[in-house]
């Protein structure tokens, strides 16, 4: 059974910083592509970054450069973003996801249930 767990979620002002993470188990983690999506409430969800399975690859969503790093850990089965410069507007339910193919789409196969970042102005 594969499973996706996200966390470090919370609640911090604006211009601070939080670092997520995504631990994976039931699958090879180190043949993955993985990626970071959000969603806030009434709107779709929107692709956040993107690792190859070594993490030496990644993209970014344009909102997002400069301020946020994604990164892996082959050892652990854990991947991380790291937020800083937070926004209001990146206040949103964060998912890790999971796919053989690497790609800034939505449709990748495995899914977390969410950590909520709220950013208050």
């Known amino acids: 059974q594969v499973q996706l767990v996200e966390s470090g979620g919370g609640l911090v002002q604006a211009g601070g910083s939080l670092r997520l993470s995504c631990v994976v188990s039931?699958?090879?983690?180190?043949?993955?592509?993985m990626g970071w999506f959000r969603q806030a409430p009434g709107k779709e969800r929107e692709f956040v970054a993107t690792?190859?399975?070594?993490?030496?690859?990644?993209d970014y969503g344009n909102s997002v450069k400069g301020r946020f790093t994604i990164s892996r850990d082959n050892v652990r089965n854990t991947m991380y973003l790291q937020m800083n410069s937070l926004k209001p507007e990146d206040t949103a339910a964060y998912y890790c996801?999971?796919?053989?193919?690497?790609?800034?789409?939505?449709?990748?196969?495995?899914w977390g249930q969410g950590t909520q970042v709220t950013v208050s102005s």
């Open positions: 690792t190859d399975w070594s993490g030496r690859t990644r």
């Open positions: 996801a999971a796919d053989r193919v690497y790609k800034l789409r939505l449709d990748y196969e495995y």
């Open positions: 039931g699958l090879t983690f180190s043949r993955y592509a």
